[in-house]
T-cell receptor
Framework: DTGVSQDPRHKITKRGQNVTFRCDPISEHNRLYWYRQTLGQGPEFLTYFQNEAQLEKSRLLSDRFSAERPKGSFSTLEIQRTEQGDSAMYLC?????????????FGPGTRLTVL | DQQVKQNSPSLSVQEGRISILNCDYTNSMFDYFLWYKKYPAEGPTFLISISSIKDKNEDGRFTVFLNKSAKHLSLHIVPSQPGDSAVYFCAASVGGGAQKLVFGQGTRLTINP
């Protein structure tokens, strides 16, 4: 069990550019979640997948944001035409859910800075 | 609409004493609650959880108490150690921890030697 990994750890981009982040969940975890955390706040839910199916999207996820989990393993989060307000820590978590309760384990995050 | 609130932004406790972190929630549909610890530049680390069918859960130095009538939960750390200094987040979920988590704003705990 190597834990949840995220790449890159840091990304600096100019306003208007597109960025893509990757998350590799704990192996065999069937659920994968994306959250966003801004300074002084707790993480806010963005979206989650069960295997390759995207089950829920937050209203925070504008049409500039898209997430995929094509083979039910790793996931990507793309932000198009970045804005300064997109600057935040993007966190990925995974869990294994046969049914009932389970714990979400988080990766180290990708810190995005939009200049 | 802040459904989960941690009203103390910071807490300072002497090493060896008890640390008590508090969390309030408004959504009565929440049925699973978790505490996470976060160090700078790292993701949140899971500490302990509790289902709404229980009112207490213990794991080593950590105990979580749930008061459903007051919509309040607390995390007790006994004894507090310097390595406990971090930001602590409470989180809540509807339908068990498998659903999206709603987090509080966090409490920065500092353990003084």
């Amino acid at each position: 069990d190597t834990g949840v990994s995220q790449d890159p750890r840091h990304k600096i981009t100019k306003r208007g550019q597109n960025v893509t982040f990757r998350c590799d969940p704990i192996s065999e975890h069937n659920r994968l979640y994306w959250y966003r955390q801004t300074l002084g706040q707790g993480p806010e839910f963005l979206t989650y997948f069960q295997n390759e199916a995207q089950l829920e999207k937050s209203r925070l996820l504008s049409d500039r944001f898209s997430a995929e989990r094509p083979k039910g393993s790793f996931s990507t989060l793309e932000i198009q035409r970045t804005e300064q307000g997109d600057s935040a820590m993007y966190l990925c978590a995974s869990s294994f859910v046969p049914r009932g309760t389970d714990t979400q384990y988080f990766g180290p995050g990708t810190r995005l800075t939009v200049l | 609409d802040q459904q989960v609130k941690q009203n103390s932004p910071s807490l300072s406790v002497q090493e060896g004493r008890i640390s008590i972190l508090n969390c309030d929630y408004t959504n009565s549909m929440f049925d699973y609650f978790l505490w996470y610890k976060k160090y700078p530049a790292e993701g949140p680390t899971f500490l302990i959880s509790i289902s709404s069918i229980k009112d207490k859960n213990e794991d080593g130095r950590f105990t979580v108490f749930l008061n459903k009538s007051a919509k309040h939960l607390s995390l007790h750390i006994v004894p507090s150690q310097p390595g406990d200094s971090a930001v602590y987040f409470c989180a809540a979920s509807v339908g068990g921890g498998a659903q999206k988590l709603v987090f509080g704003q966090g409490t920065r705990l500092t353990i003084n030697p």
